[in-house]
């Protein structure tokens, strides 16, 4: 372990017990037919049967529940326009913390009701004019709320760590852990308790082709920024790894590989007609990898995190049209 | 027990130590959402994701596994247009038995191709000119072959009742087990694993409105025959009970409540949205009794059968266009 890095194993193993009953430890699915469409036997971790349909409920879990007294009766404050938001809403109402989420005006209808009907209250801001990071840290500083960062942050990196440490208990024998990149977290949370697992367990990461700046971090040893990309995996939209993050992934993960758009289409439709479960374009990220032969030859034994489901049927109707059903 | 009856709780008992190691023991799922929708306590036993995608294959592996050497030798045969055709194929290719299977010659070429891929031969008939029934019979005597048909045998109903044995194993306290209805053998095998079971649980069948065969028959106490119907629910239009079913649903079913298919869509997308779950419309028949209020008031704590989820998604989208998002 180094000491440098933000999160170890014994984290992820505390942010286990922490959570505990308060979020579904979820199932663990395999398929022959697309094992043999992979060539490789694939376990795939469903946290898109995870509560408010996406792993982002465990860290923001993990985060509420290490506030002290005083943090609490302030309060929580969080920004965004996807998973995050619901996920910090119902983890806040859950431990009776009131939550404020920044939201774009131009969000969803239907996942901003979700996350009001979840309890919080919603700010919303104009994306093109305003800096929703910012925002926040006002708010936080203005009503004294405590800012649950979406990834770079010890304890959400812990709880999302525990997906793969359950995954990890539940299947013998994995060669590797293969998590969807966005920000980091999931990742660098995966690749810490693959660490703290041992037996060899490596952790890769997929990254959409179009938003690669984990990847081209990694590659050239630093942080860097892209332009803000276009994708339809709405998760993974970051322009940048995270400060905690970066260092995790450079030190605990295999790589990061990288998806495009049109696999992740295709993924989504076989994980749906195989096994009948609907996962969101960034939650077929690793799955996507794993069918289209893009992760590296080696490991023979792969758990897959599928790592959410929210997308709106009308919008999955629209890219298995435009991107053609195979 | 009534002795006159072809299937008591011992055969159910008998068909799962049969089958098991060969089908999937299905998780059962809840939702908090789902809940609140319906105002009772639902437990959905999810079929959907079982082998070849439905409970087809408990059934026609029960029968399969039954057969005698000499009757292994000589194959079986199988007449059906949906999920019954693949179960046969899978469940007597993994007992190395070869299987034949009538299928009409306009079927959808994915189930054909999926049939076929199992190792069946696959028979195809004019639907408009020849009785599939009788063809089958046919097929049977001249090749030497066993039927296996789609509902109306002791062992196929004994195995369609293992799902709510599992069930009934798994959850404490239901009050109610409700499955769809289209011949019958899934209604009667629940019936018959709830009376089993004791403690008062009851089974109800869920049957497509204007396939309300089961549902006028109960009515009249004796089995009627109805004009092929139009419904969604492809494998509800069956047009009579079974003469093996009937009598023990008179016997042991607390009754059939019939689900007009608007509401089948609407279940289907909220088990879609809220579960990230995949049923067929027939797989959606005894979730929308619930869903919709159609069951009657009085049980509280349900188990749902989610029967299937063989849909192909072109299908899905049309039908949800069709009868409009909720």
Redesign the interface.
Known sequence: MDATLAVDADDVHDARERIAGRVHRT?V?TSRLLDRLAGRSLFFKCE??QRA?AFKIRGATNRIRSLSDKERRGGVVAYSSGNHAQAVALAAREAGVDARILMPSDAPRAKVAATRGYGATIVEYDRQVEDRAELALEVAEREGRVLVPPYDDPFVIAGQGTAAAELLEEVDGLDAVLAPVGGGGLLAGTATACEGHGRGVVAWGAEPAAADDTARSLEAGERLRIAPPETIADGARSTSPGELTFPILRERAAGVVRVPDGALVRAM?SI??R?????EPTGALAAAAAFEGILPEGPERIGIILSG?NV???RM?EL?GEHG?P
Chains 1, 2 share one sequence.
């Open positions: 199932p699915f898109n049967l349909g439709v749906l007609t096994m009948k479960l609907l996962v489901g709106d049927l009308g109707a298995v059903e």
